[in-house]
DNA sequence: TCTGGAAGTTACAGACCGGTAACACCCTAG
DNA sequence: CTAGGGTGTTACCGGTCTGTAACTTCCAGA
């Protein structure tokens, strides 16, 4: 059972840290609440004592990725205090190494090509965690003393949501081997023109 | 009915273009053989005579989805004849232009989302017609007169893959918006630098 | 007009889905 | 020791899924 995760704590984090990885891996429609609670070692009427649907399930596992990749800006703070440009290139470092972690792109950005209903509640939280990541890379584009930080925010964020995606399709042999070697030069050149 | 295309012509191409419109929309998984027959005024029975399984015709979808991007080319070859440099300024407003077209990205990229099964029949035609794309984006880089051809291919690439999966999540006043600049930039940026 | 193949119809098989009811169990706090 | 809440177990509901069987209808070409 490659789907483990069933170390003794409580149910309800098993079932969540059970799902992400589930949800991962095998996308959200492809996985049941059966497949879910089985492999967390528990049983489906624990999952909706704790989740009133499977649709909130989702909600909660995507928070929970949001958190543990937020926890992320907080190393690069503590490893470079105050110095915002290496914390820059430290998100780029980072970024690049999880694009050979496996050969699934983005949660958030796979959770929305599955849930195509307009309204589904997963679908406003996506884009809550989204435009809170983005306005944080704006905000360390900016305090690295950078002229045209949104734009090179925007950037950043295009070429690295692309690689992810790219992965996804042709795998890490893709032009997503290229992405360092873009997003260095990217701030070379931002930091070339007018700062400040 | 908003899934109409029940136009009389032949029942697979109204299963194939049903199926596509709906695949787009609704996602792979998101939609039943049931439902793509019924809105392509046929029955299932009509599909099961025409594709041997699902998957089959899923991956008659891409590949049609595939000819009919390859089609673009052609049109900027028609408009600017011989002009390599136009062409792909062509491309980067036709690109941008298909991302305020609906919220939903790449049919490519989304299948490859859902479909995680490393052995399924579409990954295999999905690697393979985006190879096929990049190497189509290189060619016209490179005859452009532009140095590393490659290079700003693959950014390219990475870019509007990016932009498709932000308006996805974020919508179309993300960082997608910014997509035109980025690539005008980048083409601008790679023509200074020595040309073959 | 006859005929053969394509298409439509109905029903079904077998599996899986999300979600619930009823009840037995265990373990800890009082 | 006892009470009660969290947990496990089993069975079930209604619905949906892919895929198939058997049969009828239609229509174009000879």
């Known amino acids: 059972m490659t789907d ?3 170390e003794r704590s409580r149910p309800r984090d098993r079932i969540l840290e059970t799902a992400r990885d589930m949800f991962h891996k095998h996308g959200i429609k492809g996985v049941g609440v059966d497949a879910i609670t089985e492999a967390a070692g528990t049983n489906k009427m624990t999952l909706y004592r704790h989740f009133e649907s ?24 503590a490893e470079f205090p105050g110095d915002k440009l290496a914390q820059l ?22 959770a929305a090509a599955e849930l195509t209903e307009p309204d589904h509640p997963a ?9 809170a990541q ?13 002229g045209q930080a949104e734009l090179l925010a925007d950037t950043l964020s295009l070429l690295i949501e692309g690689a992810r995606v790219s992965v996804q ?10 992405f360092v070697r873009m997003a ?5 050149s931002f930091r070339g023109t007018a700062a400040g």
Do not use: Y
Not at 135 to 146: E, F, Q
Not at 184 to 188: A, D, F, K, P, W
């Open 54 to 77: 499977k649709d909130e399930l989702i909600v909660e596992c995507l928070r929970a990725n949001a958190a543990k990749a937020g926890s992320m800006w907080d190393a690069f703070e």
């Open 169 to 178: 399709t042709v795998g890490t042999e893709g032009p997503s081997t290229q």
């Open 4 to 6: 483990g995760v069933v």
């Open 89 to 110: 290139h430290a998100w780029v470092r980072k970024a690049a190494a999880m694009l050979n972690a496996d050969g699934r792109g983005c949660d958030m950005a796979n």
């Open 184 to 188: 260095e030069g990217l701030i070379v």
């Open 134 to 146: 983005r306005s944080r890379l704006v905000t360390l584009c900016r305090d690295a003393g950078i």
């Open 123 to 131: 679908r406003l939280v996506i884009k809550e965690l989204k435009e």
